[in-house]
């Protein structure tokens, strides 16, 4: 934004220039004659020569863009002195320098670009619990209390089950040693287990889930030939993803997903019980039975679960079945 002067060739009289200001304000161009009432005031006067305008427009525009500058540099300026003070309020400075030259050692083992790696990480991690410890405003001493809302940071935030635990030890590091200084008590905040781990897995699978493309079909010949260059647990979800279209959330013993998904499909087998047919089966049978026994059956019926995997997609798709199976070891009273 700024002065310009136009040329106006046709014009027979002096001057035979104009004055325009050009905006640029919500990314519109806006251009407007500037009226002769107020060239006075800007330094121009009418009869004044074209190039001696353009200078003047220059130094207008500079003055304009300096001005500028400055009010973004106080803008700046008081946005860095409010965010000190927020800062200062959890994190005094001082205190800060204290604990870094305290806890962000490296130890001198490896290489040197697997310390500076090593380094780096760490940085990362520290400047992350500070961001959490700033948004959550909640004092060191009173964190246990406050267990579900650092939680909850990290399911907001949508961030990696491992950066979270990351986040959370330099947060506690920082809770021990600012709560020792203060002659206070300190609790560390637990690693998030269970439902609360689950809960910061799913967050994160969804902000994933929005980034990726669709990766492209997997046959299970492909698969088949990637089998001794996969790790087994890798290959696993792979082959029930494949053959049975289960998804890892399906299958994983942490899952939200998985009781429910086990529980559906064993209360439809409950409504059909008492009408099945000759082609069905149902089977229930406690067994006593020995520790190294139990291994062996357990392996027994995975393979009969991958034998029926080929089976399955070959065949026609003319109904709908399902298999359930339960192998579990019964507890003593």
Request: net charge positive; proline share 5%.
């Amino acid at each position: 934004m700024g002065y310009y002067v136009r040329l106006l060739p046709r014009k027979k009289t002096a001057p035979n220039w104009k004055i325009q200001f050009i905006s640029y304000k919500d990314a519109r161009k806006t251009a407007w004659d500037v009226s002769k009432e107020r060239w006075r005031s800007l330094g121009f006067h009418s009869s004044m020569e074209i190039a001696d305008a353009r200078t003047r427009s220059r130094q207008l525009n500079a003055q304009l863009m300096l001005k500028r500058q400055e009010e973004r540099i106080r803008q700046l300026q008081k946005a860095e002195n409010e965010f000190r003070m927020r800062n200062n309020a959890v994190l005094p400075l001082e205190f800060v320098e204290e604990f870094e030259l305290c806890f962000l050692k490296i130890r001198e083992e490896g290489s040197l670009i697997s310390r500076t790696r090593r380094q780096k990480r760490v940085r990362v991690l520290w400047k992350a619990a500070q961001k959490m410890i700033r948004t959550l405003q909640i004092e060191p001493s009173e964190w246990f209390y406050h267990i579900h809302d650092v939680y909850d940071y990290f399911c907001n935030q949508q961030l990696s089950l491992s950066y979270s635990q990351g986040i959370l030890k330099f947060a506690n590091l920082w809770g021990f040693f600012i709560s020792r200084k203060l002659v206070r008590p300190f609790l560390p905040v637990p690693v998030p287990k269970g439902y609360e781990r689950q809960r910061i897995l799913e967050a994160f699978y969804q902000k994933a889930k929005g980034r990726r493309r669709p990766s492209l079909p997997l046959a299970p010949e492909q698969l088949a030939k990637a089998a001794g260059k996969l790790n087994q647990a890798n290959f696993n979800w792979l082959f029930l993803s494949v053959w049975f279209g289960l998804r890892p959330q399906e299958v994983d013993h942490q899952s939200l997903l998985v009781n429910t998904h086990h529980t559906n499909w064993r209360l439809r087998a409950i409504e059909r019980y008492r009408l099945l047919s000759d082609e069905e089966l149902a089977f229930s049978c406690p067994v006593s039975i020995s520790t190294k026994d139990i291994k062996v059956i357990r392996e027994k019926l995975a393979s009969m679960i991958e034998e029926m995997g080929p089976i399955i997609d070959q065949s026609e798709p003319e109904t709908l079945a399902c298999l359930n199976i339960d192998w579990f070891i019964i507890p003593p009273q």
